[in-house]
């Protein structure tokens, strides 16, 4: 039978129906975020240096919650299209995909090769159809935004919008009018070259344990939007690494100090609009209690100066966010800083912090980024800023997004592995959901992590 004439008979079968099922949705991958906001122009810095105001949200950060207005009334939503429909060569490269996805890091009995082979022989075009369009649908799903489910993605904070329900039906559609089901997949996976570090060094592996590490952090990097900008910074906890990259390359590397076990840092994406000069420290409420009426600290009163708000750590040089703070609102109040104990840098280990992440040599830092793109927060300008004693908060000219993620494994250019030691204890959990067909998503969502 001709593609033509194959087509023209599933068309006929399908649109005969009397009620046409909507196309599968993707899976939930847990609480529903906001979508990431329009961008818009960011505004030159000032030029004069101003006094720092609280933080205050920013474009760009989707987890950041603040008072907005109620949105006007969605426009109604139009009728689903009929449900795609397949030919056999599609169905059969969808066939041939699913048999190697395991060089992704991924199980091909998760989307049940053999379960689609049994449809394309049925010679039923409508269960045809249906059976390759929901494996599609897992398929491209687990690419884009990884195959473990939220519940077993411990502290996860990350926004990722490469894919939703009308994304993905425009993605089939398209792979299925040209013919290109593989290349329409592939275009979904990441493009950071650690991913590809990642599966060259998954070929070499022997061992179960080693592969089967390799194939969470597979995971963890499509956990992330497949693309993380231009300019970014990228926190690896358990690597106790901040890095600059841009246009791929890392431009600006050092050491840095993440949160101890019992104040351990969340994974979560922000926008750093700039940094604050000879910062105060508003201590968290989880810590109220270490610094209340203690030398140092002072309360922070209501207008009536009947209530205590919260305790203050003025500035100066015994102040525990040392001379700089970033500005990257995010709902965990979690940000990079200085520190005033620097020689901390020097251990192996550096768990230590309440949960931000002190970060060595950021002076350099915010010098790099204040005078990008024509700034004038430059070395000299800030270090007069620092001079002056006064809190001033200075902007960058471009925000910058800022991710801080939880790699226990990274490969280098040569092949070899580099083990992190799992400091929270997250692999376990997430990579029981990576061996389960659902990711995880049956799994008790996490409780709760404590305001910092």
């Known amino acids: 039978m001709s593609r033509r004439s194959s087509s023209l008979l599933l068309f006929t079968a399908i649109a005969g129906m009397a009620a046409a099922p909507a196309l599968s949705q993707i899976r939930p991958m847990g609480v529903p975020v906001p979508a990431r906001p329009a961008p818009t122009q960011p505004k030159a810095a000032p030029a004069k240096?101003?006094?720092?105001?609280?933080?205050?949200?920013?474009?760009?950060?989707?987890?950041?919650?603040?008072?907005?207005?109620?949105?006007?009334?969605?426009?109604?939503?139009?009728?689903?299209?009929?449900?795609?429909?397949?030919?056999?060569?599609?169905?059969?490269?969808?066939?041939?995909?699913?048999?190697?996805?395991?060089?992704?890091?991924?199980?091909?009995?998760?989307?049940?090769?053999?379960?689609?082979?049994?449809?394309?022989?049925?010679?039923?075009?409508?269960?045809?159809?249906?059976?390759?369009?929901?494996?599609?649908?897992?398929?491209?799903?687990?690419?884009?935004?990884?195959?473990?489910?939220?519940?077993?993605?411990?502290?996860?904070?990350?926004?990722?919008?490469?894919?939703?329900?009308?994304?993905?039906?425009?993605?089939?559609?398209?792979?299925?009018?040209?013919?290109s089901i593989a290349a329409s997949l592939n275009a979904l996976l990441p493009t950071h070259p650690q991913y590809a570090a990642l599966k060259e060094a998954l070929v070499a592996a022997t061992d179960e344990l080693t592969r089967n590490r390799i194939r969470l952090n597979l995971d963890r990097w499509r956990w992330l939007p497949r693309d993380l900008g231009q300019k970014y910074i990228i926190v690896n906890v358990p690597g106790f690494h901040a890095t600059l990259v841009?246009?791929?390359?890392?431009?600006?590397?050092?050491?840095?100090?993440?949160?101890?076990?019992?104040?351990?840092?969340?994974?979560?994406?922000?926008?750093?609009?700039?940094?604050?000069?000879?910062?105060?420290?508003?201590?968290?409420?989880?810590?109220?209690?270490?610094?209340?009426?203690?030398?140092g600290f002072k309360p922070i009163k209501s207008a009536d100066g009947k209530r205590i708000l919260y305790w203050q750590q003025p500035p100066g040089p015994t102040n525990a966010l040392g001379q700089v703070k970033f500005v990257m609102p995010n709902s965990k109040a979690i940000y990079l800083h200085d520190t005033?104990?620097?020689?901390?840098?020097?251990?192996?280990?550096?768990?230590?912090?309440?949960?931000?992440?002190?970060?060595?040599?950021?002076?350099?830092?915010?010098?790099?980024?204040?005078?990008?793109?024509?700034?004038?927060?430059?070395?000299?300008?800030?270090?007069?800023?620092?001079?002056?004693?006064?809190?001033?908060?200075?902007?960058?000219?471009?925000?910058?997004?800022?991710?801080?993620?939880?790699?226990?494994?990274?490969?280098?250019?040569?092949?070899r592995i580099v083990n992190y030691k799992d400091l929270y204890g997250r692999d376990a959990k997430a990579m029981a959901a990576l061996q389960m067909r659902d990711g995880g998503a049956s799994l008790s969502a996490p409780k709760a992590i404590a305001a910092r």
């Open 49 to 179: 240096p101003r006094t720092a105001a609280p933080d205050a949200p920013a474009p760009g950060n989707p987890d950041y919650q603040a008072d907005q207005p109620q949105a006007a009334e969605a426009a109604p939503v139009p009728p689903p299209l009929p449900p795609a429909i397949w030919d056999v060569p599609n169905a059969l490269q969808l066939l041939a995909y699913i048999q190697q996805i395991g060089g992704e890091g991924l199980n091909p009995a998760d989307y049940d090769p053999a379960g689609l082979q049994a449809a394309l022989q049925s010679g039923n075009p409508v269960a045809m159809s249906a059976a390759a369009t929901e494996r599609f649908n897992l398929v491209a799903s687990d690419l884009a935004l990884g195959h473990v489910r939220k519940p077993a993605r411990v502290d996860w904070w990350v926004v990722d919008n490469d894919l939703n329900a009308e994304k993905q039906d425009a993605l089939l559609r398209s792979a299925l009018a040209q013919h």
């Open 246 to 295: 841009e246009n791929g390359v890392n431009r600006w590397k050092q050491r840095a100090i993440a949160g101890k076990l019992s104040t351990p840092t969340p994974q979560l994406n922000a926008t750093a609009v700039g940094v604050i000069l000879n910062p105060a420290w508003n201590v968290p409420k989880s810590i109220e209690k270490e610094a209340a009426g203690k030398k």
């Open 340 to 415: 005033n104990a620097r020689s901390r840098f020097n251990d192996s280990t550096r768990a230590l912090s309440h949960g931000c992440v002190r970060t060595q040599h950021i002076l350099d830092l915010a010098a790099e980024l204040g005078s990008d793109d024509g700034g004038e927060w430059t070395r000299e300008k800030i270090e007069e800023a620092l001079a002056s004693k006064k809190t001033v908060q200075a902007n960058f000219v471009k925000p910058v997004p800022v991710y801080i993620v939880y790699f226990s494994q990274a490969a280098l250019v040569d092949g």
